[in-house]
Structures are given as C-alpha cells and as structure tokens.
Nanobody, 117 residues
C-alpha cells in the first residue's frame, strides 16, 4: 500500500521561508512524477510545482522564482523550498506521486502553511 508522509508546514511571517518534505513508501515500482499542489479555503486545488524522474520541473506562475522543487530518487523523497512567502501562499499543501505501471494518483494527507504577521 502506497503511503505518502508530508512534513514541514507551519506558521511563518511574510517574507519568510519553509521547506516541505514528502516521503513515499510501499511502491512496487519506481516513482515517475512527483508534484506539490495546494488548496486554499474556498478555492480549487492547484498545481504548485512538479518534477519528472529525470529532473524536468514545472512551476505555477505565482511561485516562479520563489519556490524550488527537488527530489531524492534514492530516498523516494520530494522537497519544496518556499522562500519570500506571501499571505496568498496560505493553503494546505499536498504531495502527489505517479508510479510507473500504475494508473492511480497518490496523495499525501496535506500540511498547513500559513503566512501571516
């Protein structure tokens, strides 16, 4: 059974930084794509950043230049370094993985990020 464990959320002041982590376990095959999504109250879940196994990355326009996604394939772990945080970054952040030879989408439990003074 695939499990995703997230950590690193919290309360931070505007301009501050946080680093999120997501570790996957229980897969029969390797992880193909990994991504971070977020959902603010009253809003739809949106893609923040994604990474292919080969290292190609994609970012939402709203976070380009501030957030960096990275992954350690050997540890089945993904990170999101968030700098220059803004109040509008406040949301629950979810990690998502897609696994080779597996059509399912797997999601973490979510971690709250609150940017407020």
């Amino acid at each position: 059974q695939v499990q995703l464990v997230e950590s690193g959320g919290g309360l931070v002041q505007p301009g501050g930084s946080l680093r999120l982590s997501c570790t996957a376990s229980g897969m029969n095959y390797g992880i193909r794509d990994m991504g971070w999504y977020r959902q603010a109250p009253g809003s739809q879940r949106e893609l923040v950043a994604s990474s292919t196994r080969s290292g190609d990355t994609n970012y939402a326009d709203s976070v380009k230049g501030r957030f960096t996604i990275s992954r350690d394939n050997a540890k089945n772990t993904m990170y999101l370094q968030m700098n220059s945080l803004k109040p509008e970054d406040t949301a629950v952040y979810y990690c998502n993985v897609k696994i080779y030879f597996d059509a399912a989408d797997y999601w973490g439990q979510g971690t709250q990020v609150t940017v407020s003074s």
